[in-house]
């Protein structure tokens, strides 16, 4: 079983739609969750990040996190398409060395 | 501006050569990272260095070799000992080792011809 897990799609939406894209993982030590969106043949860019449980929202992103269910979220709303990228999601531990990525998920906004 | 420049965009390697991709940051981040991306595979650490003169494998280190003499550098090795290495290759860099956000280059595209 892998760390993370996450559905790699890819995610058909209409344009103005709501996008919930997530991730589950296994280990419980992780404390720190990241999103990322790549666009094609470009390194992925930071969107959201949160330590521990709780929402974080920056414009139309909303980041959540159930440790309890070692499940996170990141809703798009009003998706555009510029928003059409791969969304990886990313987790690291307390004094950790490394960050652990899910394999991403391909999302298509369509105009 | 502040960042991770990774060079060349592209790359093309005959088979049986090693090549060097280069990473440079001027974040003053502690911490630098080499990531192999496939296609539908996410993104796997080839290695990864805490601080100046010290490196620790990822899951993948076979084949490939590091150097972190600066604390803006960490340049890959290639070596002909990789038996698969047509990759999207990305380096990237945190404040500190594996607790914060890691920030990424734009990439090097690698082909063995």
């Known amino acids: 079983q892998k760390e993370v897990e996450q559905d790699p799609g890819p995610l058909s939406v209409p344009e103005g739609a709501i996008v919930s894209l997530n991730c589950t993982y296994s280990n419980s030590a992780f404390q720190y969750f990241m999103w990322y969106r790549q666009y094609s043949r470009k390194g992925p860019e930071l969107l959201m990040y949160?330590?521990?449980?709780g929402n974080k929202e920056d414009g139309r992103f909303t980041a959540q996190v159930d440790k309890s269910s070692k499940y996170i979220s990141l809703f798009i709303r009003d998706s555009q398409p510029s928003d059409s990228a791969t969304y990886l999601c990313a987790m690291g531990r307390e004094y950790g060395n490394k960050l652990v990525f899910g394999a991403g998920t391909i999302l298509r906004v369509k105009s | 501006d502040g960042g991770i420049t990774q060079s060349p965009k592209y790359l093309f390697r005959k088979e049986g050569q090693n090549v060097t991709l280069s990473c440079e940051q001027n974040?003053?981040?502690?911490?630098m990272y080499w990531y192999r991306q496939d296609p539908g595979q996410g993104l796997r650490l080839i290695y990864y260095?805490?601080?100046?003169?010290?490196?620790q494998k990822g899951d993948i280190a076979e084949g490939y070799s590091v150097s972190r003499e600066k604390k803006e550098s960490f340049p890959l090795t290639v070596t002909s000992a990789q038996k698969n290495p047509t990759a999207f290759y990305l380096c990237?860099?945190?404040?500190?080792?594996?607790?914060?956000?890691?920030?990424f280059g734009q990439g090097t595209r690698l082909t063995v011809v």
């Open positions: 990237a860099s945190s404040k500190v080792p594996g607790g914060t956000e890691a920030f």
């Open positions: 974040l003053n981040h502690d911490a």
């Open positions: 260095s805490q601080i100046v003169n010290d490196f």
């Open positions: 949160t330590y521990s449980s």
